[in-house]
């Protein structure tokens, strides 16, 4: 299994342009989220999803789109990128179920809007 | 909303000495679950120990374990017996029984360093 990949790693954007941040896994799990990484911030809940179809915003939506069309594949949408979109971002899965189940996290994908 | 607060941004460890961070959060649910994540300069996120709020007894994991005090809205990691590979930035994180799966509020994050 390749677990959570994301790409790209790394980019690099001019305020204005669009962009899609890729999250796919391999481990069928059902509920997917991102996260965005400030310094000084900790991490923060952009949107998640509890399955195909189905998404919901958590914390800091705004300015970031999502879809699940899929249940291995979960895409941020950033419409028009503004430099307080700089982070890390970060993709999580974690299976559904009764109870806690751990979220496996992503590697990130450093953006940088100019 | 529920929210976590890690108030020291820094803490630095001798190496093979015991260190603690501390963690505080708010809520008003009854049933929840608390974390504690490390994240090494690969940026990758490593869970390494939790802690269900209806379980008394302080969960440990090796050298890690907690001290979780409910009423008081306290959860504190101390790492026994440092290695260099400690050195970290580490997270407490909270999220409720309800969409416990998707759903984590982190705090700020402290940046742990180990003195050989």
């Known amino acids: 299994n390749a677990g959570v990949t994301q790409t790209p790693k790394f980019q690099v954007l001019k305020t204005g342009q669009s962009m899609t941040l890729q999250c796919a896994q391999d481990?069928?799990?059902?509920?997917m989220s991102w996260y965005r990484q400030d310094p000084g911030m900790g991490l923060r809940l952009i949107h998640y999803?509890?399955?195909?179809?189905?998404?919901d915003q958590g914390e800091v939506p705004n300015g970031y789109n999502v879809s699940r069309s899929t249940t291995e594949d979960f895409p941020l949408r950033l419409l028009s990128a503004a430099p307080s979109q700089t982070s890390v971002y970060f993709c999580?899965?974690?299976?559904?179920?009764?109870?806690?189940?751990?979220?496996?996290f992503g590697p990130g994908t450093r953006l940088t809007v100019l | 909303a529920q929210t976590v607060t890690q108030s020291q941004p820094e803490m630095s460890v001798q190496e093979a000495e015991t260190v603690t961070l501390s963690c505080t959060y708010d809520?008003?649910?009854?049933?929840?679950?608390l974390f504690w994540y490390k994240q090494p300069p690969s940026r990758q996120m490593i869970l390494v120990i939790r802690?269900?709020?209806?379980?008394?007894q302080n969960a440990t994991e090796n050298r890690f374990s907690v001290n979780f005090q409910k009423a008081a809205k306290s959860f504190s990691l101390k790492i026994s017996d440092s290695q260099l590979g400690d050195a970290a930035m580490y997270f407490c994180?909270?999220?409720?029984?309800?969409?416990?799966?998707?759903?984590?509020?982190f705090g700020k994050g402290i940046t742990l360093s180990v003195r050989p």
């Open positions: 994180a909270y999220t409720g029984r309800i969409g416990a799966n998707s759903k984590l509020t």
């Open positions: 999803s509890v399955g195909a179809g189905i998404t």
């Open positions: 481990m069928n799990h059902e509920y």
């Open positions: 999580a899965s974690s299976p559904s179920g009764r109870g806690f189940n751990e979220q496996f």
């Open positions: 802690q269900e709020a209806y379980k008394q």
């Open positions: 809520t008003s649910e009854s049933d929840y679950y």
